[in-house]
């Protein structure tokens, strides 16, 4: 981190779309009527805007949000006693680069037996979402980024790997050999055609594609182009041992780390699961988001999310329904620390209600829509597409506060956000005070917690649309400036 000191710099030229800039008439300058303070305390009423004194259109605009300020000020005449900033006056400065804020996803994966289900391309989902993830983690682009992960079903304790008999599999069966036929392509176990309901049955018998695994419905038919890849029965299966215990998946198979130190223990994990069983999805995000909430709570500086990836929608454990599984994201995203939730769904084209389920459960989670991967496609370069994705929107824009050089203490009221994309000048970025105030054009920045309000921030948060605008300017840098009193918008 590097430090300078000297005067606040002030923007010129106009401010790029989207920056959230202060600009216009340079720092310091009176607006309309002259200078427009806002006091922070506690005491209602706030400022006025002054009266008289010169400044044209679009001057500087300051905030005292010092959380122990009395009331508002009012700005008065020009001279004596006039807290009107004077457009040539200096403050000391310190500009420190800005440090991202470290950002972690725990990945939640599903390996039930339909992941053996084959792609069109070929691969099993399971082959296809393996070769994803390895490219995810060993791309140096994923360096610096925290990824743990735990799979779904879990085995429960004393049940057989592989079961030729219900008995075999004990409270844990049936002996997965049925399944409901009309629920195809997603894998609904029965023992009789009442377990399927009027939708969804009759319940037969399931079969394995004798050349690229992984069940199948409809004996004797092609699972594949190949011709020899036929479904014949099944000899042996698995039990339906979804362990529905939350404990079970709150644990991690891996523990987050940042990569490229992770990397080598995540892709032993991987390489150790074969997809059987069912899907557990109530407490297998369950069970992720409060892992993720306790590391957040562990590592309060920083921003953590769970990428929650499947092929289908629940078939055991409760809940099974999908306002039910949308409810524990949207718990886990309002509580504190919050947690995202971002969902990749791995489906066929006949899966028609998949987007919008899966929808459901991330709009909950508070990251607007879910990521399909189309089997009829190159299942796993989408797949790899739609974990950069989400590793370019978890890296938000959302930076570290600095602490000030010597024995100063930190003033909120003193902490200014520049963004420099190397195309002009440094352009000082709005203070919107929070989240509900940011501008769809002209962006901003926020603290996580506001001290006007007697919170104590822990990070600085730059609206969407400075962060859309950063992000596409690969040269751009944000500089914290501590020292000038922080510029809000002028007013409306």
């Known amino acids: ?13 106009p401010a790029p779309e989207g920056l959230g800039a202060a600009a216009g008439a340079p720092r310091g300058n009176a607006g ?16 006025t805007s002054a009266q008289g004194g010169g400044g044209g259109v679009g001057g500087g605009v300051v905030i005292s949000v010092d959380p122990g300020a009395a009331g508002g000020e009012t700005g008065g005449e020009a001279g004596a006693g006039s807290d009107r900033l004077d457009p040539d006056d200096a403050c000391a400065a310190e500009t420190h680069s800005g440090e991202r804020i470290p950002v972690d996803i725990f990945v939640m994966l599903d390996i039930s037996g339909s992941m053996k289900d ?56 049936p002996c997965l050999f049925n399944a409901c036929e009309n629920a195809a392509p ?31 419905i409809g004996l004797g038919s092609e699972c594949t182009a190949d011709l020899l890849d036929l479904c014949v029965p099944l000899l042996s299966s698995t039990c339906l041992d979804a362990n529905c215990s939350l404990d079970a998946y709150r644990k991690p198979a891996v523990a987050i780390e940042p990569l490229p130190k992770n990397a080598a223990a995540l892709l032993a994990s991987l390489d150790a699961q074969e997809p059987d069983g069912s899907t557990p999805t109530g407490p297998a995000l369950q069970g992720a988001v409060d892992y993720a909430a306790s590391y957040a709570a562990d590592n309060p500086k920083h921003t953590v999310a769970v990428v929650f990836a499947t092929d289908g929608l ?15 994201a949207s718990t886990a995203r309002a509580e504190k620390p919050k947690v995202p939730t971002y969902v990749i769904g791995v489906f066929g084209p006949d899966d028609t209600e998949a987007q919008s389920n899966l929808d459901d459960i991330a709009t909950a989670g508070g990251t607007d ?16 597409d739609a974990l950069n ?15 000030p050089t010597g024995d100063d203490k930190l003033d909120y009221s003193r ?27 002209a962006g901003g920045w926020y603290y996580d917690a506001d001290p006007a309000r007697g919170g104590t921030p822990k990070k600085i948060v730059v609206c969407p649309a400075t962060c859309d605008a950063f992000k596409s300017s690969p040269e751009a840098r944000v500089d914290i400036r501590l020292g000038c009193k922080t510029i809000v918008p002028p007013p409306r």
Request: charged share 15%; proline share 6%; net charge negative.
């Open 186 to 216: 997603a894998l609904v176990p029965c023992s009789v055609d009442d377990d399927c309901g009027d939708s969804q049955g009759p319940c037969v018998e399931l079969g394995t594609c004798l050349e690229s695994g992984g069940f199948c």
């Open 415 to 441: 902490v200014n956000v520049q963004v420099d994309d190397d195309t002009s000048s440094a352009t000082d970025l709005y203070y919107v005070t929070k989240a509900a105030n940011c501008d769809a054009k």
């Open 1 to 13: 981190m590097s430090a300078t000191l000297g005067a606040c710099s002030t923007s010129s030229g």
């Open 369 to 384: 829509s879910a990521f399909i991967v189309d089997t009829s496609q190159d299942v796993a370069a989408e797949l790899t």
């Open 314 to 328: 629940p078939t055991q454990c409760e809940p099974q329904d999908i306002p039910g599984i949308a409810a524990i």
């Open 389 to 403: 994705a989400i590793r370019g929107v978890a890296l938000a824009c959302e930076f570290q506060i600095p602490e």
């Open 118 to 173: 084959p792609t069109k391309a070929g691969p099993t989902k399971w082959q296809a979402v393996n070769t994803a993830l390895r490219d995810f983690l060993e791309s140096p682009d994923s360096d610096g980024l925290g990824v743990g992960i735990q799979y779904f079903p879990l085995r429960a304790p004393g049940v057989p790997d592989s079961c030729t008999s219900d008995g075999q599999c004990g409270a844990f069966g």
């Open 32 to 47: 309309i009527g002259g200078n427009f303070a806002v006091g922070g305390g506690a005491a209602a009423g706030g400022a």
